[in-house]
């Protein structure tokens, strides 16, 4: 079982920076996918970025050059760096943990555990 608790989101202006983190329980967590999905009102969620133990990357079309995910296996954390914010990227963000296959990283039905979310609301 792994639990998951997301802080780090809030309110900023467009174009300004977030960073989200997500903190892991148990001592499995370097063997799992770390992800990070978002979900904006009458939205379903969408992928936004995922990344392997090993350094493999994955990020949505519409966020890749703004945002880094990154991890800290040590300390049990997975982290997502915002540049750049755009109004459409407001959303609440939920950390995810999984494994999925390289082909299939951005259907959320393939992770198994889910944190609880957090807000990020970009101004205009």
């Known amino acids: 079982q792994v639990q998951l608790v997301e802080s780090g989101g809030g309110l900023v202006q467009a174009g300004g920076s977030l960073r989200l983190s997500c903190a892991a329980s148990g001592r499995t967590f370097s063997s799992y996918v770390m992800g990070w999905f978002r979900q904006a009102p009458g939205k379903e969620r969408e992928f936004v970025s995922c990344n392997w133990s090993g350094g493999s990357t994955y990020y949505a079309d519409s966020v890749k050059g703004r945002f880094t995910i990154s991890r800290d296996n040590a300390k049990n954390t997975v982290y997502l760096h915002m540049n750049s914010l755009k109004p459409e990227d407001t959303a609440v963000y939920y950390c995810?943990?999984?494994?999925?296959?390289?082909?299939?990283?951005?259907?959320?039905?393939?992770?198994?555990?889910w944190g609880q979310g957090t807000q990020v609301t970009v101004s205009s």
């Open positions: 995810t943990a999984g494994r999925p296959h390289p082909s299939k990283v951005a259907r959320a039905s393939d992770y198994d555990y």
